[in-house]
């Protein structure tokens, strides 16, 4: 259930991804130019941290699940390890990749519609299989990472550096602790690909898996990164019971589309990691993304696509979307017309103003539509009691028509293409660049060389005598 939700998210996001490709390589060049400054002089608190797999042939301890949106301590992970390894001998190997981040599992992990597609094959297929398993998605890290030192302070042992080759010429005395180091590497962009990086590692893991099994040795083993491959913005990162599957454990973050369905197929999708609403402009949001909404009242017909969305809270937000053909582009768009909040007997509408739109076969996407910051959503309310209502929708995706039998929102229309500030300062400056280009090579075609006045051999300048 739960891979088939994300499934539609990535799938999506990875078609964008694709279509996105060198069409617009330029484009998103300019992007990471105009992020990697943002990055350099943002404030923004942004907690860094790797992610951890534990797995064993023998029984690990259930972890004490923290609250959702916690990112795990060292201090409990140290508290975990004790408890892991109070008793008796252990050998652990440490798979220990240069750099790892939960992001390499959903953009590598082809496990969203795709299991032979899949970077971390092995690593899947013994998660499943192995008796116990425990997935930490966001483990603090600051500055280095504290997993080895842990590790060889918990079992007093030193850690033994080897490859697949190595290990299987040692012999492993399992009545004493054994710390098994393995490095794997990280794509530098250099040579490989990622996805080939990250696959070739996996296949080393699959290897030495075998040989210690066939050395018939309890193992646990532990994979995770020196430092992470990207700086993640704290975000809700629930950490997850024991024995799910990798992708499903370390994304569970993921919350699924809203999707409306008639006559069994979905013809109505939404998707957006908050839907804050909120009452004045002093009022802390309140996000009803974390509600499961009933959908009584949708409907969806060749023009028109409603999505009403009411929730036991006693809101009710409702989308209302049309299509129809426009002659000067020969195809259909679909437009957010308007979105309604209702509460306590009030209702405050807002609307699209033409700005939410996409082709109608595509989905909408922006990673932030609101009601008062460069408004996507106009309020249009004469009512003053709902005159202070705000709505605050981040990373927004919906789609109303041309869904088809599919579970995945199509290629995403994104906003971002037209509204950036930072795009528009990106084609501002090349063009001015580009003017004053131009220019210089108009002067420089300009210059000719004075023959006539240079070339003693030539013929000489007659100068008409007037009479
Ligand atoms: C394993 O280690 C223990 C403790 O050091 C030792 O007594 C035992 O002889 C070792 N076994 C082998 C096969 O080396
Ligand atoms: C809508 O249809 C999809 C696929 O046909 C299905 O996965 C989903 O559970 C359905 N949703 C509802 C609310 O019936
Ligand atoms: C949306 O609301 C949630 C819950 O109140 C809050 O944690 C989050 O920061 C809000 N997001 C924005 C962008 O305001
Ligand atoms: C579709 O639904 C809208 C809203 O209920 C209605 O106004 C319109 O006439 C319907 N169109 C068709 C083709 O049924
Ligand atoms: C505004 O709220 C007041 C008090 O709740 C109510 O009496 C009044 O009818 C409301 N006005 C409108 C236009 O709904």
Known sequence: MTVSRLASREQSFAERLKMAGPRCSS???????????????????????????????ESLPPLASPAAGHITSNDQLNAYLTSAFSSGSHTVLLFLQDKLSKDDFTVFGGVFGNKQDSAFQNLEAV???SSSSVTLPALEWSGSSAVLPLLKDKLGVSPLPVDADTLSELTINASVNNLLLISL???TGLQKSCKEVLHINDEIIGKVLSIVKAKNVLYTAVYTGVQPSRVISETSVPNQPVGRSLLQAVVADVSPPIMFNVSGSPCIMLWAQNLNISFTSTSPWLD??????SLAGSLCNQTNSLLVLTYASGFVLSFAMSQRFYPGSARNWFTLDSVQLQSSGQTASFIGSRSIYAPAEYSFHCQSVNSFDQALLVPNNTNQN?????LNFINFQ????GLGNGTNFSYASDCA???????????????VMLLILV???HMIMQLSTMDRFDDPKGPSISVPQSE
Not at 30 to 48: D, N, Q
Not at 288 to 293: F, I, K, R
């Open 288 to 293: 009803l993304a974390t509600q499961t909404p």
């Open 27 to 57: 484009k998103v060049r300019l992007i990471a130019f105009i992020a990697l400054f943002v990055a350099l002089f943002a404030t923004g608190s942004a907690t860094a941290q790797v992610p951890l797999l534990i797995w064993t042939s």
């Open 185 to 187: 590497p990280y794509c």
């Open 127 to 129: 998660l499943q299989s």
């Open 417 to 431: 293409g037209f509204f950036s500030p930072g795009i528009w300062m990106g084609l501002v400056t090349s063009l």
């Open 439 to 441: 220019y210089g090579l």
């Open 386 to 390: 709902t005159s202070q209502w705000r």
């Open 398 to 401: 919906i789609q109303g028509f």
